[in-house]
């Protein structure tokens, strides 16, 4: 009887890991190169934005890919959305759109106002990963 | 204050605790005085200060091994008559000591008081004159309790004081402790106070000597201006700062040194965009007008918006994007964005608009952009914009805090309303900071304004807990200071922050001929899940009021955003009448209709 490897069947692999939460997938990144690889692909992350929402309409995924992707606009504006939220909650379109609309924000100020200008290099902080208006977003509400 | 204290232990026998000894840090530009000192009467050089401060230290060492040796007359007879020689004073003093074993003295320096806790040694709780001391200033600041709490007037001319202080103390019981509150007797004329108080007495005092601007009295203003100086670097955070502001502020009006109106925009560009990241006012005006906007744009192909505050457009990067992915797909986007002149001559306005327009690629959204460089708003005319016709192109027009400035110049915002009218926009979106900053009477504006900027500094401090000295909050405090600089200070056409409050602004809108929009839940909604993701955004409250959204801090709303529409124009109903009167006239005696009488005309033009 043939051993099952896992890696030789990935398409068995991707939904096994769709079905992760990001700290999950984040680990799971770390397995192997293949993994690594595998969790990079966007339409896991996409999955993660839209996976309590009706499909979102088209288009969205053309604007969402070119402000930089869905691993992104989770990291920067779903997950710390969804944080501040009370936790099994629905995640409503309103709040999409939201994030959607502070993803652009972001962009536009990353690319297009970061490089230019005298408030350049020293706004962005600690965070790489943010600009600097929503690393409001990203620290932890120590209410 | 802690600075009395010191020297007051200098003389004191009682003087047991580490005297601790607050050293000016840079020398005042007071011709060299250390200016604490000087209000107080005593004229230190503050290059002398280490020296002094060492001195003072070397006597409270000596007074306290030598005590028993009968010094103590040291501590009730000394009368210090020459303020100029603080030094030398001290100096005599110690060489009346047997002093020849050499101290350990470590001058200690403490950090800047503001940061001290509360347990001061400093002046009494309001009683002006206490029992057991006199002391006399320069000019009789007592007035400050009595005008600022009892408004009863007296803040006439100062009568002449002995131009240095005459202290006199009770001689403590050797080896008692005086720094601790708890064993404080009544017999001791030490007595606590705290930062608290010291507020307290440094609000009052701010609204004294706006009062004494607003008499006139220009000399008891100066002191007071100064008294508030000494306060303010007694307290912390929030309160240190906007006292601080305020008397700048105050100063430079009693000095008539006007601040420069070289506000170069690119400097006050950059410095909203600090204020845009450190708090969410601007992004909550931003997005409850956007969301105004699109409303008033849904089923439109094309689109245009005129905008009179571009600056860096950061507003329209959220609305280019609800646009790209609304249902139904995207309209074709105009821009058109009014800015100042810039002094090197830079089209920022169109390097803003070039931007934009990268973004728009971006995300796949038709766009075309317009600049218009003008001084003031008032300057612009409907036909230079370039607005199509109502049936090609659906027009908003959105104003972020620049409509007050119009109200410098008579006519100017009649000019602007007109204008808007003339250009015919479906929707005008309006954001406005909620305050009367622009009453006539000068200590109204300025108490108006003192709470509202209060009320600003403190969430910033509270939301800016995790990072107060990034550098988001330091330009966004030089922001707000900057607008209290010009509402307290200046007057006149330069006087350009002149805020007002949603009411006002409402009666304005309505003589001038346009009706409100209601903002929606959707613009709530969404305003509120905003605020909720800010840190410390529990402080925040969104309100709608009568169709308008307010956002403010706990209880006092601060900016308040409104939409409004063109009145039906009266040209169309008398239009309606007489085409009534045509459509009669037309169809002749034939019609079955009765033709329009006298009363049914003047009737249906009264219902009109």
Redesign the interface.
Same mark, same amino acid.
């Given at each position: 009887m043939a051993k099952f490897c896992i890696n030789d069947n990935v398409d068995v692999l991707i939904e096994v890991l769709k079905r992760l939460d990001d700290r999950s997938l984040g680990v799971a990144a770390c397995v192997c190169k293949t993994w690594c690889s595998l969790t990079r692909n966007d339409s896991f992350w996409e999955h993660m934005c839209f996976r309590q929402l009706s499909p979102p309409p088209e288009g969205v995924r053309a604007v969402v890919v070119a402000l930089g992707g869905y691993r992104r606009l989770y990291i920067c504006c779903v997950k710390p959305v969804r944080e501040v939220r009370e936790f099994n909650r629905v995640w409503t379109r309103h709040e999409m759109e939201l994030s959607l609309s502070l993803f652009c924000v972001d962009y536009y100020e990353r690319v297009l106002l970061g490089g230019g200008g005298g408030s350049g290099g020293g706004r962005l902080g600690s965070d790489s990963a943010a600009s600097a208006s929503l690393m409001l977003l990203c620290k932890a509400v120590n209410v | 204050m802690k600075r009395e204290r010191d020297r007051r232990k200098a003389e004191t026998a009682a003087a047991t605790g580490k005297l601790k000894i607050w050293e000016e840090g840079q020398p005042q530009a007071d011709a060299g005085m250390d200016e604490l000192f000087a209000v107080l009467g005593y004229k230190v050089k503050s290059s002398d200060m280490a020296v002094v401060a060492n001195k003072l230290e070397q006597l409270e060492m000596a007074m306290v091994t030598t005590m028993e040796d009968g010094i103590s007359h040291l501590s009730t007879d000394t009368i210090h008559y020459n303020p100029s020689d603080l030094s030398g004073w001290v100096e005599s003093l110690l060489t009346e000591l047997s002093s020849t074993s050499s101290f350990d003295v470590i001058p200690q320096q403490i950090g800047v008081p503001g940061e001290s806790s509360s347990n001061l040694i400093s002046f009494s709780d309001d009683k002006p004159i206490h029992q057991n001391r006199k002391v006399i200033y320069d000019y009789d600041l007592r007035a400050i309790p009595g005008a600022a709490i009892c408004r009863s007037g007296n803040e006439d001319e100062n009568p002449n004081h002995e131009p240095y202080s005459v202290i006199k103390r009770h001689r403590s019981s050797p080896g008692s402790e005086f720094l601790d509150n708890a064993s404080l007797a009544a017999a001791r004329p030490a007595v606590l106070v705290d930062s608290q108080e010291t507020g307290v007495r440094l609000v009052h005092s701010l609204m004294a000597c706006a009062e004494a601007v607003q008499r006139d009295n220009m000399k008891l203003a100066d002191a007071l201006v100064k008294y508030v100086g000494i306060l303010a670097v007694s307290q912390v955070g929030a309160m240190r700062k906007v006292a601080t502001y305020f008397a700048e502020a105050l100063a430079r009006r009693i000095y008539k040194i006007y601040p420069q109106d070289s506000l170069e925009s690119?400097y006050s560009d950059?410095l909203q @965009?600090?204020f845009? +990241?450190s708090c969410p006012y601007l992004?909550f005006a931003h997005?409850t007008a956007n969301q105004a906007i699109l409303e008033a744009f849904a089923g439109a192909n094309r689109v245009h918006v005129i905008d009179f505050s571009l600056k860096? &457009? !950061?507003q329209w990067?959220?609305l !280019?994007?609800?646009l790209?992915?609304r249902?139904g797909g995207p309209p074709e986007f105009r821009l058109t964005g009014v800015g100042p002149p810039q002094p090197d001559n830079t089209d920022a306005l169109q390097?803003v608009g070039w931007?934009?327009a990268?973004?728009a690629e971006? @995300?796949?959204l038709e766009f075309k952009f317009r600049g218009f460089v003008a001084n003031s708003l008032a300057d612009l005319d409907a036909s230079m914009l370039d607005v199509k016709s109502n049936n090609l192109e659906v027009v908003a027009v959105n104003s972020v805090f620049e409509l007050h400035r119009l109200l410098a110049r008579p006519g100017g915002i009649d000019k602007v309303l007109n204008s808007i009218k003339a250009m015919n926009p479906k929707i005008v979106s309006i954001v406005e900071q909620e305050a009367n900053h622009n009453g006539n009477v000068f200590l109204d504006r300025f108490n108006e304004s003192l709470h509202y900027y209060s009320t600003i500094f403190d969430s910033l401090e509270s939301?800016g807990?995790?990072?107060p000295n990034? +550098? $988001?909050f330091v330009m966004t405090e030089v922001y707000l200071g900057r607008q209290i600089c010009n509402v307290v200070a200046c007057e006149g056409p330069d006087r350009i922050e002149r805020h007002e409050t949603l009411s006002q602004w409402r009666g304005r809108m309505n003589s001038a001929g346009f009706d409100p929009v209601h903002l929606g839940s959707?613009a709530f909604?969404?305003a509120s !899940?905003?605020l909720?993701?800010?840190? &410390?955004? $529990?402080g925040y409250r969104v309100e709608e009021n009568d169709g308008s959204l307010m956002l403010g801090w706990h209880t006092r709303p601060l900016i308040a955003t409104s939409a409004w529409q063109l009145k039906p124009r009266r040209v169309d109903r008398v239009d309606w009448v007489s085409q009534l009167q045509l459509s009669h006239d037309f169809l002749g005696e034939s019609n079955p209709l009765k033709p329009l009488t006298a009363t049914t005309k003047s009737a249906i033009s009264e219902l009109v």
């Open positions: - | 690119s950059v @965009i600090h845009y +990241e992004k997005f860096q &457009g !950061m990067p959220a !280019m994007q609800a790209a992915l249902p390097q931007k934009l990268q973004l971006t @995300i796949g939301s807990s995790t990072q990034s +550098e $988001d959707n909604k969404q !899940m905003l909720a993701l800010f840190a &410390g955004g $529990d």
